[in-house]
């Protein structure tokens, strides 16, 4: 399983930490409609990133960066869908109906190569979470009480 949790902090800035039990944990840090530039290993790579939203339930990452096979483009989409509303019934293996009944996260995944112009496509539905992740629980236990007058 992996959790995905999306902040929009001040500042027009937002936060998203992908935790998971296979890969390591991963937190990005963006400010929207600013692009960011990290260099990455191997051989300090740029990797440019531009993140936009059109309203609370939709995000977007453009990202770039040098590969083997050439300049990737990826574009990373995210739009939380609340009831009612449809999906294709052919996306999530359900032939007896495409109504859903809760709110369901559809990232839209689009990984292109610059120099042969080939795309791929992918579309993933993640359920929203509803208890705090582990990753933001605050440990009561170890805030000392306030004292009393």
Do not use: W
Request: charged letters at 20%.
């Amino acid at each position: 399983n992996t959790l995905h949790t999306i902040s929009f902090l001040e500042n027009n800035k937002i936060s998203i930490v992908k935790r998971s039990r296979v890969n390591n944990d991963i937190k990005v840090e963006l400010e929207l409609g600013k692009e960011s530039i990290q260099y990455l290993p191997p051989g300090n790579r740029e990797k440019r990133s531009l993140a936009i939203s059109n309203h609370p339930g939709h995000l977007e990452i453009r990202s770039s960066i040098m590969t083997v096979n050439g300049m990737g483009k990826v574009v990373d989409t995210k739009l939380l869908q609340q009831p009612p509303h449809q999906l294709n019934a052919a996306n999530l293996d359900d032939h007896n109906n495409n109504h859903i009944l809760c709110s369901v996260l559809m990232q839209t995944l689009t990984i292109t190569n610059e120099q042969t112009g080939h795309s791929h496509i992918t579309k993933r539905y993640f359920v929203p979470y509803d208890k705090t992740p582990p990753h933001l629980v605050v440990n009561t236990a170890a805030i000392p009480p306030t004292p009393t007058p």
